[in-house]
Nanobody, 129 residues
């Protein structure tokens, strides 16, 4: 059974940092790029960051560059999203998703929720001002 399980979400004050984790199982993790997406209350889901299967390339939504850092540990089948200096605008449910990687892909693929093969159920991040 394919599973992606997010963790690390919390209710926090603005300015603090969080590290979200995405633990994968049930598929060949090393063959897949992993993306983080978020959906604020009442808004559309957006891709915030992705990392290729080898971790050689990472992608970020322009508005989070400099504050978000994605990484992966293939020995643990886990991807991380470090979020620094949280703001209330970061309040959202954060999802991780997997896409079977390809050398043909561009940033548009890796941050496109319609392209993902597998999804987790999400973890809630709520930031108080």
């Amino acid at each position: 059974e394919v599973q992606l399980v997010e963790s690390g979400g919390a209710l926090v004050q603005a300015g603090v940092s969080l590290r979200l984790s995405c633990k994968a199982s049930g598929f060949t993790f090393d063959d897949y790029a992993i993306g983080w997406f978020r959906q604020p209350p009442g808004k559309r889901r957006e891709g915030v960051s992705s990392i290729t299967r080898s971790a050689r390339t990472t992608y970020y939504l322009d508005s989070v560059k400099g504050r978000f850092t994605i990484s992966r540990d293939n020995s643990k089948n886990t991807v991380y999203l470090q979020i620094n200096n949280l703001t209330p605008e970061d309040t959202a449910t954060y999802f991780c998703a997997a896409i079977k990687d390809s050398t043909m892909f561009t940033a548009e693929h890796y941050l496109n929720s319609d392209m993902m093969d597998y999804w987790g159920k999400g973890t809630l991040v709520m930031v108080l001002s």
